[in-house]
């Protein structure tokens, strides 16, 4: 079974207009409620492969209920945690004229000792055979140590994980050996203070993710597609031409392509073509992928090795 775990998931509010003028009144063309967070991402994802997946996280307040509610229509399985204060929104505006995304991601609810004890308890069913995907950045009162008391629980208990946040958080998980890590170039870069110049440049600093741990590293890279990056290989997938509609979650369903293929087959570049397609039907899609874009959009994708 996988697990996926988005501490601070939201309502994501989807504004689509043409323009957005700062410092003025804007309305809008469209607008689409969504039930957000990177680790829910990833479950809806697993949904369309048929690959099963509990969600785990923290739901509280009215727009914790309402968050609830628009995931009903997804049919996932979740053991969520309830706490007091309120589920964020996170706004999200497409201005289509301008060709701009713009997000704006609320702090979350602060979680008090008791909630963050019965989260934790909520593991105990995790054990061997299982992967859990921890996504996303933390509610605001969480140290950073948190997604590091996961990864040493449910390793204790047998599990693989995969871990999708940046910083700190991220380096502190490496000395314990997840799966799959996937900065996008841009995170890849600010954990090393860098710029990058080239590719060749993002495989030497993606290998010095693998040193410090990592069992395999992708590095997405938006419309100029993602690296696999191995300890003697590196491989490259092309992003097929198409529509951007909303690419919000493309790198979510990208790991949930990789983690979902790697369960069943065990094989990197399978897992990491079919994650390539999922990031890339997310991204041509308004709301996450549905199974039939999905496999469209696998055909347009060829793996080469660099
Ligand atoms: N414009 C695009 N055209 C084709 N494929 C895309 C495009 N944008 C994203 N993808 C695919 O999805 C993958 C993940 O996208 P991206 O690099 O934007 O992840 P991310 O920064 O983690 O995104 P997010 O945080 O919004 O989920 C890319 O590596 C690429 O394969
Ligand atoms: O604030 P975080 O946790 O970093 O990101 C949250 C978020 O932007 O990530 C998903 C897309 O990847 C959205 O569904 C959600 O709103």
Same mark, same amino acid.
């Given at each position: 079974?996988?697990?996926?775990?988005?501490?601070?998931?939201?309502?994501?509010?989807?504004?689509?207009?043409?323009?957005?003028?700062?410092?003025?009144?804007?309305?809008?063309?469209?607008?689409?409620?969504?039930?957000?967070?990177?680790?829910?991402?990833?479950?809806?994802?697993?949904?369309?492969?048929?690959?099963?997946?509990?969600?785990? #996280?923290?739901?509280?307040?009215?727009? $914790? @209920?309402?968050?609830?509610? &628009?995931? /009903?229509?997804?049919? =996932?399985?979740? *053991?969520?945690?309830?706490?007091?204060?309120?589920?964020?929104?996170?706004?999200?505006?497409?201005?289509?004229?301008?060709?701009?995304?713009?997000?704006?991601?609320?702090?979350?609810?602060?979680?008090?000792?008791?909630?963050?004890?019965?989260?934790?308890?909520?593991?105990?069913?995790?054990?061997? #055979?299982?992967?859990?995907?921890?996504? $996303? @950045?933390?509610?605001?009162? &969480?140290? /950073?140590?948190?997604? =590091?008391?996961? *990864?040493?629980?449910?390793?204790?208990?047998?599990?693989d994980?995969v871990i999708?946040?940046?910083?700190?958080?991220?380096?502190?998980?490496l000395p314990?050996h997840p799966l799959v890590v996937k900065p996008?170039h841009?995170?890849l870069?600010?954990l090393?203070?860098?710029?990058?110049?080239?590719e060749q440049e993002i495989i030497t600093y993606a290998r010095k993710l693998l040193d410090q741990g990592a069992k395999h590293v992708l590095v997405s890279m938006?419309?100029?597609g993602a690296l696999l990056v191995t300890k003697d290989k590196a491989y490259k997938a092309?992003?097929?031409?198409?529509?951007?509609?909303?690419?919000?979650?493309?790198?979510?369903?990208m790991i949930?392509g990789f983690a979902?293929t790697f369960m069943?087959t065990k094989d990197p570049i399978e897992s990491f073509h079919m994650g390539a397609?999922?990031?890339?039907?997310?991204?041509?899609?308004?709301?996450?992928?549905?199974?039939?874009?999905?496999?469209?959009?696998?055909?347009?994708i060829s793996i080469t090795e660099l």
């Open positions: 079974m996988i697990y996926t775990i988005t501490v601070n998931p939201s309502i994501d509010y989807v504004l689509q207009l043409k323009n957005l003028n700062t410092g003025e009144v804007n309305r809008t063309a469209k607008d689409v409620k969504l039930p957000g967070g990177k680790g829910i991402n990833v479950s809806r994802i697993l949904k369309e492969l048929e690959v099963d997946s509990t969600a785990l #996280g923290f739901v509280g307040g009215a727009t $914790g @209920s309402m968050f609830e509610a &628009l995931l /009903s229509q997804h049919d =996932l399985k979740t *053991a969520f945690t309830k706490v007091a204060e309120d589920t964020r929104i996170n706004v999200k505006i497409n201005a289509t004229e301008q060709n701009k995304e713009t997000e704006i991601n609320g702090a979350g609810p602060n979680i008090t000792d008791t909630e963050r004890q019965s989260f934790m308890d909520n593991l105990n069913g995790i054990g061997a #055979g299982d992967i859990v995907i921890m996504a $996303g @950045s933390l509610c605001k009162n &969480l140290d /950073s140590k948190f997604y =590091l008391d996961i *990864a040493e629980t449910i390793q204790k208990q047998g599990a994980f999708d946040t940046t910083g700190q958080a991220l380096l502190d998980t314990l996008n841009h995170e870069a600010d090393f203070n860098v710029t990058f110049k080239n938006a419309g100029d092309n992003a097929p031409k198409g529509t951007v509609v909303n690419s919000v979650g493309a790198g979510d369903s949930a979902g069943e397609a999922c990031g890339s039907a997310t991204a041509f899609s308004q709301d996450i992928a549905i199974k039939e874009k999905i496999d469209k959009v696998y055909q347009d």
